[in-house]
């Protein structure tokens, strides 16, 4: 057994598949499973169980991709050193945020970061379908969710809080919602899943959580459209308040159901990437960039995240 052999199987573990690991490894399908099958003769036990569109590890398997894995990343990290010893930080960065999020508080986060470190590239993806990193070929994905996975490393960014909010020709004409159950009764602007109900949870003091079913009529995960059609007057929005923060600041859109905590989707903002692995020094930068530009945005300001807890 060899550092080569390792890395085969670090490979083909990562990809999830015998294809995709060939794809990466610019080598035949039937090569990767020649050199696989070498290996497990040579080690006398089965490293992989296969199946048509899947690869897992067996337990001496996965013994040994941690031991690969901890190869690569020393050799990654010895020849980072090497290779970046008196230059200004350099590599790649593929970014995976949410649309509203991204847009509306991640972006100037991003352009200070490239303005600070211009030699770094940023591949930013403005899309909350993720959720392979390794597939995708993701460095980091931010999300919203009630809990983050147990496979990945979570830092949380904070607290979402969600608002129900109409414009002021909305609410002269129609009135605003004064309990969630009036949200039944009113055209939704909101984000939705394909083939799920949309539920809202709400909160109000010590009370028990109410859930109401949303049938939006303007749906999209663009949050800026759905900003513009709240601020159109088709309907009460039901979004993440960093989205319409400012207008409901300048009065352009009215707050209802102020007393009560609402949320969708899960409250919490999460960071995510994976473990157990050496982060090239431009990954490593912008994590602790974003962590710092996260605490210092949202502390204390209540149109963004409040702090976790």
Known sequence: MDTKSLTLLVEILDA?????????????RANVSYHLNQLERSVGMQLVRRTTRHVEPTEIGLKLYQHGRSIQDELAAARESVETLGKTPQGKVRLSVPSGYG?????????????????????????????DLLRDEVDIAVRIMSEPPQNLVARELGQVRYVACASQAYMAARGLPQRPEDLTRTPIISAAVIGRPLRLSAYYGGQPRQHVVLEPTVISRNYAFLRDATLAGLGVGVVPDYVVHDDIARGDLVAALPQWRLSIFGRGMYMLYMPNRHHPRAIAMIIEFILERAQAAHEGRPGLLGAAG
């Open 103 to 131: 847009q509306f508080v991640m972006t100037p986060w991003l352009l200070e970061f490239k303005r600070t470190y211009p030699d770094i590239v940023l591949d930013v993806l403005f899309e909350n379908s993720v959720d």
């Open 16 to 28: 999830g598949n015998l294809s995709e690991a060939a794809r990466r490894l610019k080598m035949t």
